[in-house]
């Protein structure tokens, strides 16, 4: 009884092996042929990353006023904020919001962020710096002692009385000399008026060297708070507030509910009646984006946790001062809301696809059939090889029918050998095997019908 003939079985592990290995040589001829062209895209993509800056910075600089005041402390709480992101935030104390100003204006100094009041930046005075909006209301306090003010000509009652009016380029100054120019009068030629620090003014208040002091901060500004412990201090009604608000339109009416500040004790005993500014955050017109974001996100988290004793839970942060344009990673943020995967993804990367997205949708449209082609990059080469070489034969054969001399044949003949030696040597898919040899039976075709030219030729001149 004869064996039967053993079956032969396709060894799956030897034909990955050689699919792979095709893969790669065909990637390697690919850089080999391409290798200038691969060199301008890896050059066009250095140059977008470079021009985009996908990644923030690791340092960033923001000036605020005074210690202690509400500027410094919203700052102290930005910066565990910005650690989460891996970005340190450094805190540039200075005399007040004009002084924070100047650093940020000033391209030589290290600020590229400042918390301020609003209204102390003038229109259009600069071009080069954005508003991330504003995260808190900040009132003009003025403190006093003695017999409470029963007119409403505050600012007269205070002619004859030693007052602390800040530090030059302070909130307090700025603001007061905006008001009493409102009213005709002039701050500077005055004996009466103190320049010092909150906290100096606030010292010497309590310890009776003064009769007053304007203070523009927040009410959890640890010198209002220090000032509103003291039983024998009041605080300004302004009754004249929402007429400067209408020539001032930067700042707000706010006010102290009767009983707000002890309920028990019945402070204030009436409805006080403030002027109030809001804490604006200034930036650097080219601030990295993602650094824009943080701020916001930390101003939101912050607007929420603090209790805003002068605004409505949840407003801000907002858009209040219009005297510096907002910016636009701001207005999207207002109008949007925070950006989408920012708990999921790094913070850069959501605003990085964010920023590109146009390009990467449009990059999508040319890549997309890229991808499909690449897999089977040794398949398309391999193709391309046998169909150039249809074409060279297809040329050869032409001109062998309109070839007169030996010479001319001979020179096909050997076009044709080169052909024939080229296409041995490349490397094939196994998938173009078939279409490989059809070529090459085309050639040999072609060759033999020269080469039987050249012999009749041969036998003619016999």
């Given amino acids: 009884m004869s064996k039967k003939p053993s079956q032969k079985h396709p060894s799956l592990v030897r034909h990955t092996r050689e699919s792979l290995t095709q893969e790669l040589d065909a990637w390697a001829g690919l850089i080999k042929g391409e290798w200038k062209w691969i060199l301008v895209l890896l050059a066009g993509l250095a140059i977008l990353v470079a021009f985009t800056r996908p990644l923030p910075p690791e340092d960033v600089y923001l000036a605020v006023g005074q210690k202690g005041s509400v500027f410094g402390m919203l700052g102290e709480k930005f910066v565990p904020l910005f650690a989460e992101e891996g970005i340190d935030l450094h805190l540039i104390y200075t005399a007040g919001s004009a002084a924070s100003l100047a650093e940020l204006a000033d391209k030589d100094e290290l600020a590229n962020a400042a918390l301020m009041v609003g ?62 120019a409102l009213s005709g009068i002039a701050l500077e030629g005055r004996d009466n008026l103190l320049k010092a620090t909150s906290q100096v003014a606030a010292d010497k208040l309590i310890g009776g060297e003064i009769d007053a002091m304007f203070l523009m901060d927040g009410i959890d500004g640890q010198v209002v708070q220090k000032l509103l412990a003291q039983k024998d201090l009041h605080i300004a009604n302004f009754a004249y507030a929402p007429a400067y608000v209408k020539k001032l339109p930067f700042l707000k009416t706010v006010s102290i509910p009767m009983g707000s500040l002890d309920l028990q004790a019945h402070n204030p005993t009436h409805d006080i009646q403030m002027l109030a500014s809001t804490v604006t955050l200034l930036v650097e017109d080219d601030m990295h984006p993602v650094v824009q974001q943080i701020f916001l996100l930390a101003a939101d988290r912050i607007g929420n946790e603090i209790d805003q004793f002068f605004a409505d839970p949840e407003f801000f942060p907002a858009y209040i001062d219009h005297a510096v344009p907002l910016s636009p990673i701001a207005k999207r943020f207002y109008e949007e809301g925070p950006p989408a995967f920012k708990d999921s993804l790094p913070l850069w990367l959501v605003n990085y696809v964010d920023r590109l997205w146009f390009l990467i949708v449009g990059s999508i449209a040319v890549i997309y059939p890229l991808l499909k082609l690449f897999p089977s990059y040794r398949h398309m080469r391999s193709v391309l090889l046998i169909s150039d070489a249809y074409s060279d034969i297809q040329r050869i054969e032409q001109s062998a029918a309109e070839s007169r001399t030996n010479g001319e044949l001979q020179t096909l003949v050997d076009q044709l050998n080169a052909l024939d030696a080229e296409t041995t040597g490349s490397w094939i898919s196994s998938v173009e095997i078939n279409r490989l040899y059809t070529m090459k039976s085309a050639l040999n075709l072609v060759r033999t019908q020269i080469i039987n030219r050249l012999r009749d030729n041969a036998k003619a001149r016999a």
């Fill in 119 to 180: 209204g102390v930046a003038a229109k259009g005075k600069f071009p080069h710096l954005l508003s991330l909006g504003s995260v808190e209301y900040v009132p003009l306090w003025l403190f006093y002692r003695g017999p409470e003010f029963e007119d409403k000509e505050l600012l007269n009652d205070l002619a004859g009385k030693r007052v602390a009016v800040g530090l030059d380029g302070s909130a307090e100054q700025i603001m007061i000399k905006k008001l009493l």
